[in-house]
C-alpha cells in the first residue's frame, strides 16, 4: 500500500516477555521516527533515524527499549522485559524530509497490553 | 526547549457554526507547526503546516491554520463545522531539522447535528 504498515495492529504480552513491533515506512522515506502514546495522552517521541543511522534515541524511556533500521527502510521496536506501563500505542512515522515535504506520515500504530 | 499546549481537552460546537481549536507554543529558534486528526483506530492524519511565508494556512477538508508570533499561537479553525469533523486534533511543533516533533495533548472536538 501507499501508506505506512505497521505490525501486529494489536499485541498482548506477559510480564517479563519481550516483544518486536514492525514498521514499514512509506517507500523512499528517508526519516523514521518511532512515537508512543498511551491511553488519553499525545504522542511522544522515542526515536528518529535518517535513513539506517540512529540519530536521536533521547525519547527511550529505559535500556529495554531498542529500535533498529538495518537496511534504512523497515525499522523494528523492540523492548525487553516488558512491563505493564509499556502498556501504550506504538506508532512509527515516515517523512521524505526534503525542502517541501516535512510533515510526517503515520502508520495507524501497535496497541500493545502488558499483562 | 520545544512544547507545545492545547488548553481544551474538548470543544463542542454545533454543525454549520465556526470552529476553533487553540494551540500554543515555545520554541528555541524558527517554529514549524502542525495540525495532525486522528480519528477512532485510525493513524494521525496531516492536516497543515506552517513553515514559513504567509501567516494563515490552508488544509484539507477546509480546515485553516493561523500563525501568531507575538501571541506563540497555532489555532486550527473551519468557518462551517460538519458533524464528519468530530475527532481527536493534535497541535505539533519541530525543531528546524524536522528530526523530531512535539505534539500537544490532543483536543477533543464534537460537532453536534
Known amino acids: 500500500g501507499a501508506g505506512v504498515s505497521q505490525s501486529p495492529r494489536y499485541k498482548v504480552a506477559k510480564r517479563g516477555q519481550d516483544v518486536a513491533l514492525r514498521c514499514d515506512p512509506i517507500s523512499g522515506h528517508v526519516s523514521l521516527f518511532w512515537y508512543q502514546q498511551a491511553l488519553g495522552q499525545g504522542p511522544e517521541f522515542l526515536t528518529y533515524?535518517?535513513?539506517?543511522?540512529?540519530?536521536?534515541k533521547s525519547g527511550l524511556p529505559s535500556d529495554r527499549f531498542f529500535a533498529e533500521r538495518p537496511e534504512g527502510s523497515v525499522s523494528t521496536l523492540k523492548i525487553q522485559r516488558t512491563q505493564q506501563e509499556d502498556s501504550a500505542v506504538y506508532l512509527c512515522?515516515?517523512?521524505?524530509?526534503?525542502?517541501?515535504?516535512?510533515?510526517?506520515?503515520f502508520g495507524q500504530g501497535t496497541r500493545l497490553t502488558v499483562v | 526547549a520545544q512544547s507545545v499546549a492545547q488548553p481544551e481537552d474538548q470543544v463542542n460546537v454545533a454543525e454549520g457554526n465556526p470552529l476553533t481549536v487553540k494551540c500554543t507554543y515555545s520554541?528555541?529558534?524558527?517554529?514549524?507547526l502542525f495540525w495532525y486528526v486522528q480519528y477512532p483506530n485510525r493513524g494521525l492524519q496531516f492536516l497543515l503546516k506552517?513553515?514559513?511565508?504567509?501567516?494563515l494556512v490552508k488544509g484539507s477538508y477546509g480546515f485553516e491554520a493561523e500563525f501568531n508570533k507575538s501571541q506563540t499561537s497555532f489555532h486550527l479553525k473551519k468557518p462551517s463545522a460538519l458533524v464528519s469533523d468530530s475527532a481527536l486534533y493534535f497541535c505539533?511543533?519541530?525543531?528546524?531539522?524536522?528530526?523530531?516533533?512535539?505534539f500537544g495533548s490532543g483536543t477533543k472536538l464534537n460537532v453536534k447535528p
Open positions: 506552517y513553515i514559513t511565508g504567509d501567516n
Open positions: 505539533a511543533v519541530s525543531p528546524d531539522n524536522f528530526n523530531k516533533f512535539y
Open positions: 533515524f535518517q535513513n539506517e543511522a540512529q540519530l536521536d
Open positions: 520554541v528555541s529558534g524558527n517554529p514549524y
Open positions: 512515522a515516515s517523512s521524505l524530509m526534503d525542502a517541501g515535504n516535512t510533515e510526517a506520515f
